[in-house]
């Protein structure tokens, strides 16, 4: 006998009986939470039977269409002659024909009973081994892919700019247009151009105002620029900047620290009436890109580093 498939199956059956336990009232909302994943997990266990011994008929997923226990009620167990501590391997005693023949009337496959021991099984994984990474997989809500995370959590750009993003980029950040439409807000009108509402596509960058910073940024950056819808723009970023060098990451960092700023500059003129000042927004955005400059040493000197470096100002240390 196998003593490491006994003591494997065993943990199993330990993390089985934890599932079924309710969640206690003094954790935490997030523990809770999670706790409440249990049952979905527990239909991702199954045994499979070797000898039969130690797996419960009636209790324990043994069977590919769920527990015995949901076909019977507790009275129909209690009358038959197989009761509630019968295993599995006494379904095919002379006690147990009635039960199988009904099993094989609604065509549920049996086991074939051996001399193995029994053991747990993590369907998902064709090992039956149970993983972290597994049960993540199969028990989180799975949506389309999308084209700007790469982007996004790229460890050039500072969580504060990141967060902005993924907001912009999951269409949630709280523009007029979008309090409009939820009905928080009656009507607006944007603070750079006091034309219409504002919205993601019009401030990022159909307004004059924002389009003229993103030009003027893209230059620096000597990269193209024409305005696109903002996954346009991201997926057109993503695949400008797929290398990872000092150009790269500088280009980044701008970028989401300009979009920074004019959500920053935008709400402070909307919420603090603060003037509107161009330039204001623009040394805003180059002391935030000196910043970042800082935190590299021994920047190659080529061509296009050094030009990046003049046009934005950046501390020539950067270079030693």
Not at 38 to 51: D, Q, T, V, Y
Not at 66 to 76: E, I, K, P
Not at 192 to 217: G, Y
């Amino acid at each position: 006998m196998d003593k490491n498939a006994i003591s494997r199956s065993w943990r199993y059956a330990v993390k089985i009986e934890r599932l079924k336990k309710g969640a206690p009232t003094f954790c935490s909302w997030a523990w809770r939470k999670l706790l409440q994943l249990r049952e979905a997990a527990l239909s991702f266990f199954r045994w499979k039977i070797g000898n039969g011994q130690t797996v419960s008929l009636w209790f324990d997923p043994w069977l590919a269409s769920g527990l015995l226990s949901r076909r019977y009620s507790h009275a129909d167990i209690y009358r038959l002659p197989l009761h509630c501590d019968t295993k599995v391997a006494d379904l095919f005693s002379n006690e147990g024909t009635s039960i199988r023949e009904e099993l094989q009337a609604v065509q549920d496959p049996l086991p074939v009973i051996s001399d193995s021991p029994d053991s747990l099984q993590w369907i998902p994984q064709n090992s039956g081994l149970f993983s972290i990474p597994s049960a993540w997989n199969v028990l989180r809500r799975q949506g389309r892919l999308v084209p700007w995370p790469s982007f996004i959590w790229d460890k050039a750009i500072i969580p504060r700019y990141q967060f902005l993003l993924w907001i912009i980029s999951r269409n949630r950040l709280p523009t007029q247009t979008f309090l409009i439409s939820i009905g928080r807000l009656p009507s607006g009108t944007c603070v750079f151009c006091k034309v219409c509402p504002d919205s993601i596509k019009h401030l990022f960058f159909e307004c004059a105002i924002p389009n003229s910073l993103a030009t003027l940024w893209a230059f620096k950056c000597n990269i193209p620029w024409s305005n696109r819808p903002w996954l346009l723009t991201i997926q057109w970023l993503t695949d400008q900047l797929s290398l990872t060098n000092f150009h790269s990451d500088i280009t980044k960092f701008s970028f989401a620290a300009l979009c920074y700023v004019i959500w920053k500059t935008r709400n402070n003129m909307l919420f603090r009436s603060a003037p509107l000042c161009v330039p204001s927004m623009l040394q805003h955005l180059i002391k935030a890109l000196k910043d970042k400059a800082l935190t590299y040493k021994g920047v190659p000197d080529t061509p296009r580093n050094r030009r990046l470096q003049c046009c934005w100002g950046l501390d020539p240390s950067i270079f030693l």
